[in-house]
């Protein structure tokens, strides 16, 4: 893919999150044959541009985690992209429908690491030997495309649906935890809208982890100490309505929660 090209899809999809609309997706008539790699390329011009905007990047995210989800989409691997400061909520915060197209929320396990894992061949031991503490977070994914319809290329070009995060205070080292059987709900307005546990993000979220090393890995980089680590989601994820009080509990490992204004 040349150069020009990465270009003109980075500022198709940068447009549509700037000016909050919904863009039919790359491969329907733009580019049809986008491939997995290619589309990290307009993955990683996207980056480059917020960063040149001055953004900086908070932590990675993972996405397409579920072996449900995967399914659907006909993969076998789960996708990584970039949480920005831009997109962080404060705990207990009121976020705006109007800053988003069509926002859902899903909850996650965050992992923050004591050092820098750098793969091939990281594994989920590695990950846990290697983590600082683990926290439990809301994602607010925003997929730039018409109803949230997309291939896995299409995705990855747009950053994963990254949109919003908001990290809870609640931390605990991965060893006071069994991580794949941490319960959680999701509650809108105090109703129970979805449950899940930890096992549902590729068996445990510690395998995500030792996922996104690995594909960091294959150029080059890899995943840092002290930043934020979304894992994926534990739940489909929920749309947002203005007025919403949205709370994630989880077993052991406590709760996150924000507003959606009225
Ligand atoms: O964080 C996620 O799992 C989102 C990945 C993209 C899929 C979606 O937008 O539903
Ligand atoms: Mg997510």
């Known amino acids: 893919m040349d150069k020009h090209t990465i270009d003109e899809l980075a500022t198709y999809v940068l447009q549509a999150e700037r000016e909050k ?3 039919v ?3 329907d008539t733009l580019y049809p044959n986008l491939t997995i790699d290619e589309a990290y ?3 990683e011009e996207l980056v480059t541009r917020k960063l040149a905007e ?3 990047i908070v932590g990675p995210k993972m996405g397409i985690t579920s072996e449900a989800k995967m399914k659907q989409m006909n993969v076998t691997d789960p996708i990584y992209g970039y949480v920005f400061n831009n997109m962080i909520v404060e705990e207990g915060a009121a976020v705006s429908v ?3 197209i069509h926002p859902k929320v899903e909850p996650e396990i965050g992992f923050v690491l004591a050092r820098d894992l750098e793969g091939p061949g990281v594994t989920a031991l590695d990950v846990l030997r290697a983590t600082d503490y683990v926290f439990p977070a809301l994602e607010i994914i925003d997929s730039r495309y018409e109803n949230f319809n997309f291939t896995l290329p299409d995705v990855i070009a747009d950053n994963t649906s990254a949109a919003g995060a908001v990290f809870g205070t609640y931390l605990r080292r991965p060893d006071e935890l069994e991580l794949d059987v941490v319960g959680v709900t999701l509650s809108i307005n105090g109703e129970i809208q979805a449950l899940g546990a930890g096992a549902a993000v590729l068996g445990n ?3 995500s982890v030792a996922r996104l090393a690995n594909m960091l890995s294959k150029k080059g980089e890899k ?3 002290g930043q934020p680590i979304l894992t994926g989601g534990l739940t489909a994820a929920v749309r947002l309505e203005p007025g919403d009080y949205v709370q994630a509990k989880y077993g052991g490992l406590g709760e996150v929660s924000f507003f959606v204004k009225a």
């Open 21 to 23: 609309r919904e863009i």
């Open 25 to 27: 997706k790359i491969t």
């Open 41 to 43: 390329l307009v993955q």
């Open 54 to 56: 001055g953004l900086q």
């Open 98 to 100: 109007e800053d988003y």
């Open 205 to 207: 979220p510690a395998n």
């Open 223 to 225: 995943v840092k100490a």
